[in-house]
Protein backbone atom coordinates (compact mmCIF):
# COMPACT_ATOMS: atom_id res chain seq x y z
CA UNK A 1 0.00 0.00 0.00
CA UNK A 2 1.08 3.54 -0.92
CA UNK A 3 1.39 6.17 2.20
CA UNK A 4 0.74 9.90 1.72
CA UNK A 5 4.62 10.58 1.66
CA UNK A 6 5.47 8.05 -1.50
CA UNK A 7 1.77 10.06 -2.82
CA UNK A 8 3.58 13.25 -3.05
CA UNK A 9 7.26 11.69 -4.28
CA UNK A 10 4.89 10.16 -7.16
CA UNK A 11 3.34 13.70 -7.85
CA UNK A 12 6.32 15.34 -7.96
CA UNK A 13 7.94 13.05 -10.07
CA UNK A 14 5.59 12.33 -12.79
CA UNK A 15 4.89 16.56 -12.41
CA UNK A 16 8.84 16.78 -13.57
CA UNK A 17 8.56 14.80 -16.43
CA UNK A 18 5.31 16.43 -17.68
CA UNK A 19 7.64 19.72 -17.41
CA UNK A 20 5.09 20.96 -15.17
CA UNK A 21 5.88 25.18 -13.58
CA UNK A 22 5.07 23.96 -10.26
CA UNK A 23 6.17 20.07 -9.20
CA UNK A 24 4.53 20.71 -5.86
CA UNK A 25 1.18 21.88 -6.90
CA UNK A 26 -0.27 18.06 -8.10
CA UNK A 27 0.40 16.84 -4.78
CA UNK A 28 -0.25 19.83 -2.40
CA UNK A 29 -3.42 20.82 -4.08
CA UNK A 30 -4.98 17.83 -6.38
CA UNK A 31 -4.66 19.11 -9.62
CA UNK A 32 -2.55 20.23 -12.58
CA UNK A 33 -3.14 21.82 -15.80
CA UNK A 34 -1.12 20.94 -18.93
CA UNK A 35 -2.24 22.16 -22.62
CA UNK A 36 -5.24 23.89 -21.20
CA UNK A 37 -6.80 20.61 -19.67
CA UNK A 38 -7.30 20.90 -15.82
CA UNK A 39 -6.70 17.23 -13.94
CA UNK A 40 -7.34 16.07 -10.75
CA UNK A 41 -5.70 13.20 -8.65
CA UNK A 42 -6.90 12.25 -5.67
CA UNK A 43 -5.30 10.21 -2.84
CA UNK A 44 -6.08 9.18 0.85
CA UNK A 45 -4.60 6.79 2.37
CA UNK A 46 -6.81 6.93 5.36
CA UNK A 47 -9.92 5.61 3.45
CA UNK A 48 -8.73 3.97 0.19
CA UNK A 49 -5.00 3.42 0.07
CA UNK A 50 -4.77 0.88 -2.86
CA UNK A 51 -5.93 3.43 -5.69
CA UNK A 52 -5.28 7.06 -7.33
CA UNK A 53 -8.28 8.64 -8.88
CA UNK A 54 -8.05 10.70 -11.65
CA UNK A 55 -10.25 12.98 -13.09
CA UNK A 56 -9.99 14.48 -16.58
CA UNK A 57 -11.95 17.72 -16.87
CA UNK A 58 -13.21 17.26 -20.65
CA UNK A 59 -14.79 20.72 -20.77
CA UNK A 60 -18.36 22.49 -20.26
CA UNK A 61 -21.23 21.03 -22.69
CA UNK A 62 -23.35 23.31 -24.53
CA UNK A 63 -27.06 23.75 -23.61
CA UNK A 64 -28.59 22.78 -26.94
CA UNK A 65 -26.20 19.82 -27.51
CA UNK A 66 -26.58 17.98 -24.08
CA UNK A 67 -28.78 15.31 -25.43
CA UNK A 68 -26.26 14.01 -28.39
CA UNK A 69 -23.16 14.90 -26.07
CA UNK A 70 -25.05 12.85 -23.46
CA UNK A 71 -25.69 10.18 -26.30
CA UNK A 72 -21.92 10.28 -27.23
CA UNK A 73 -20.87 9.86 -23.87
CA UNK A 74 -22.51 6.57 -23.24
CA UNK A 75 -21.43 5.39 -26.07
CA UNK A 76 -17.68 6.08 -25.33
CA UNK A 77 -18.39 4.06 -22.06
CA UNK A 78 -19.89 1.05 -24.17
CA UNK A 79 -17.26 1.16 -26.28
CA UNK A 80 -13.82 1.58 -24.30
CA UNK A 81 -15.49 -0.71 -20.97
CA UNK A 82 -13.84 -3.48 -21.97
CA UNK A 83 -10.57 -1.99 -22.64
CA UNK A 84 -9.96 0.50 -19.78
CA UNK A 85 -10.95 0.62 -16.04
CA UNK A 86 -12.01 4.64 -16.68
CA UNK A 87 -15.47 6.16 -16.99
CA UNK A 88 -17.02 9.01 -19.18
CA UNK A 89 -19.55 11.04 -17.31
CA UNK A 90 -20.94 14.61 -16.46
CA UNK A 91 -19.37 16.22 -13.18
CA UNK A 92 -22.45 17.09 -10.97
CA UNK A 93 -20.83 20.75 -9.45
CA UNK A 94 -19.91 22.44 -12.64
CA UNK A 95 -21.68 20.14 -15.91
CA UNK A 96 -18.58 19.42 -17.39
CA UNK A 97 -17.82 16.27 -18.90
CA UNK A 98 -15.23 14.33 -17.65
CA UNK A 99 -13.13 11.03 -17.73
CA UNK A 100 -12.71 9.13 -14.57
CA UNK A 101 -9.97 6.32 -13.73
CA UNK A 102 -9.05 4.71 -11.07
CA UNK A 103 -5.64 3.76 -11.30
CA UNK A 104 -4.96 0.35 -9.07
CA UNK A 105 -1.41 -0.45 -6.96
CA UNK A 106 -0.57 2.99 -7.32
CA UNK A 107 3.01 1.41 -5.08
CA UNK A 108 4.08 0.15 -8.25
CA UNK A 109 3.81 2.94 -10.77
CA UNK A 110 7.15 5.07 -11.77
CA UNK A 111 7.21 8.82 -11.76
CA UNK A 112 7.45 8.79 -15.92
CA UNK A 113 4.76 6.35 -16.11
CA UNK A 114 2.56 7.91 -14.19
CA UNK A 115 3.51 11.19 -16.62
CA UNK A 116 2.68 9.07 -19.28
CA UNK A 117 -0.92 7.80 -18.74
CA UNK A 118 -1.57 11.55 -17.38
CA UNK A 119 -0.10 12.60 -20.86
CA UNK A 120 -2.04 10.30 -22.63
CA UNK A 121 -5.68 11.35 -21.24
CA UNK A 122 -4.63 15.16 -21.72
CA UNK A 123 -3.72 14.22 -25.43
CA UNK A 124 -7.36 12.19 -25.39
CA UNK A 125 -9.28 14.97 -23.69
CA UNK A 126 -7.82 17.39 -26.13
CA UNK A 127 -9.21 14.80 -29.23
CA UNK A 128 -12.51 14.69 -27.77
CA UNK A 129 -12.88 18.50 -27.08
CA UNK A 130 -12.25 19.10 -30.74
CA UNK A 131 -14.47 16.22 -32.11
CA UNK A 132 -17.20 14.37 -29.55
CA UNK A 133 -18.01 17.64 -27.91
CA UNK A 134 -18.10 20.54 -29.98
CA UNK A 135 -19.37 19.17 -33.76
CA UNK A 136 -22.52 17.75 -32.96
CA UNK A 137 -23.65 17.99 -36.69
CA UNK A 138 -23.02 15.49 -38.85
CA UNK A 139 -20.10 13.55 -37.03
CA UNK A 140 -18.95 10.70 -38.19
CA UNK A 141 -18.63 8.57 -35.38
CA UNK A 142 -17.19 5.70 -36.69
CA UNK A 143 -14.28 8.09 -37.70
CA UNK A 144 -14.19 9.54 -34.86
CA UNK A 145 -13.66 6.48 -32.71
CA UNK A 146 -10.40 5.37 -35.04
CA UNK A 147 -9.45 8.90 -34.20
CA UNK A 148 -9.41 8.40 -30.76
CA UNK A 149 -8.51 4.89 -30.43
CA UNK A 150 -5.75 5.49 -32.65
CA UNK A 151 -6.88 2.88 -34.64
CA UNK A 152 -6.63 2.51 -39.08
CA UNK A 153 -10.03 1.30 -39.45
CA UNK A 154 -12.71 0.28 -37.22
CA UNK A 155 -16.09 -1.02 -39.48
CA UNK A 156 -18.14 -1.75 -36.57
CA UNK A 157 -18.29 -0.62 -32.82
CA UNK A 158 -17.60 -4.19 -31.75
CA UNK A 159 -14.34 -4.06 -32.94
CA UNK A 160 -13.55 -1.83 -30.28
CA UNK A 161 -15.24 -4.13 -27.44
Sequence with gaps: MMNFQQYKELCRSASLHLGLEDPD??????YMEKNGVRLALFFDDEIVSDRLICYVDLGPIADEHKTKIFERLLTLNLLSGTKTSGVYTIDPS????VFCV???????????ELAGMLDAYIRRAIEL????LSDVGDLDFMKTMNQIFAMDEIYSPSELA
Excluded: F, R, V, Y
Excluded at 25 to 30: D, H, I, R
Excluded at 102 to 112: A, K, L, N, Q, V
Design 25 to 30: MLASQG
Design 102 to 112: HMMSPETIEGD
Design 94 to 97: SGNA
Design 129 to 132: QKTL
